[in-house]
């Protein structure tokens, strides 16, 4: 069976994408122990510097799926937009026994 993706709904394509892009971000936690136990020199200003970088690992997430959703969505316009001039995406599917 042939079958052609001739448009993308752009809002259900943002929030995969943005899900995606979140949990990637997320990922990035693990890090965040490790980044933990590496010695820092410079007093109150590494210190500083140490909190801030921490406040962006945890706030990765949520600007990671807020981006995420954006940028889905442009995508999704320009894969119909393309669609309607080119045609879709061509899948052929099989049926399993």
């Known amino acids: 069976m042939k079958y052609e993706i001739s448009e993308i709904d752009v809002l259900s394509l943002g929030k995969v994408v943005a899900a995606v892009y979140g949990a990637g971000g997320l990922a990035m936690w693990l890090f ?11 007093g109150g200003e590494g210190m ?3 909190g801030l ?3 962006v ?5 949520l600007f ?3 981006f995420g959703f ?3 969505m442009i995508a999704g316009l320009i894969y119909n937009i393309m669609a309607r001039t080119m045609g879709g ?9």
Do not use: H, K, S, Y
Request: aromatic share 10%.
């Open 32 to 42: 965040v122990p490790i980044f933990l136990l590496l010695p820092w020199d410079g």
């Open 48 to 50: 500083f510097a140490r």
């Open 53 to 55: 970088v921490m406040i």
């Open 57 to 61: 690992f945890l706030a990765a997430p």
């Open 64 to 66: 990671n799926a807020i």
């Open 70 to 72: 954006v940028l889905g």
């Open 89 to 97: 995406l061509r899948l052929t599917l099989r049926q399993e026994p």
